[in-house]
């Protein structure tokens, strides 16, 4: 079974998330942005071993501990290539928001579209939605069928697309023709606010819905 735990960190509620196989006790940790003793301690409960650490893209709230977290586990870090840069430059991205200072963490993989790995007994799928950001992904554990989004996907919304790199025409693909497709019962959690499921979202999504989404 697929254990998945979830902490809210950070003055942009950014959820933090791992998945971990119950049978083995390796985990996937994505997106640890801030609050790094909350976020490692979401392996506790059960003895989890967080032995990867994935980025579903390069924005401040959800790389910003991804250092910290990789030092204190020992996991290695890795993202999509063409959100590396903006990673590097996440001091910039500290000091335009007025944080404290954050060092970027060191890459050990860059992942890519249809790139499959374990978590334990569980198999992970990278899927490529840029969009909000030119590498944002998300990552699907197809025999659970739970599915994480970064801030590709929001329940009753969509990632911005007004910052640098964002593209609308890239997110509502991305949406309508990887995730959409993946079927109505997949659970989707979120980079911010509360999960969903990909049927709510095809059905209701007011920007890339049905029923008259905005987004073309």
Request: hydrophobic letters at 40%; glycine letters at 12%.
């Amino acid at each position: 079974m697929l254990v998945v735990r979830s902490v809210t960190v950070g003055p942009f509620a950014e959820n933090a998330w791992l998945a971990g196989c119950d049978r083995t006790g390796e985990a996937l940790l994505i997106d640890p942005g801030d609050e790094i003793s909350r976020v490692v301690a979401l392996a506790e409960p059960g003895g989890f071993r967080v032995t990867r650490i994935l980025l579903t893209h390069g924005h401040i709230d959800h790389v910003a501990g991804a250092a910290e977290a990789a030092a204190r586990t020992g996991a290695p870090v890795q993202i999509h290539a063409a959100d590396e840069r903006m990673l590097a430059q996440l001091p910039a991205q500290a000091a335009l928001f007025g944080f404290p200072p954050s060092l970027p963490p060191s890459i050990a993989h860059r992942h890519v579209h249809g790139e499959r790995f374990q978590v334990g007994e569980q198999e992970a799928a990278v899927l490529h939605v840029p969009g909000h950001t030119p590498g944002g992904c998300a990552v699907y554990f197809a025999a659970a069928r739970e599915l994480f989004v970064g801030d590709t996907l929001f329940a009753g919304s969509v990632g911005r697309t007004d910052l640098p790199g964002g593209d609308s025409d890239a997110l509502a693909r991305s949406i309508r023709g990887v995730l959409f497709a993946l079927g109505d019962e997949v659970r989707v959690h979120c980079g911010h606010g509360p999960s969903t499921t990909i049927g709510e979202e095809r059905r209701d999504n007011p920007f890339v819905g049905e029923r008259g989404g905005i987004l073309p």
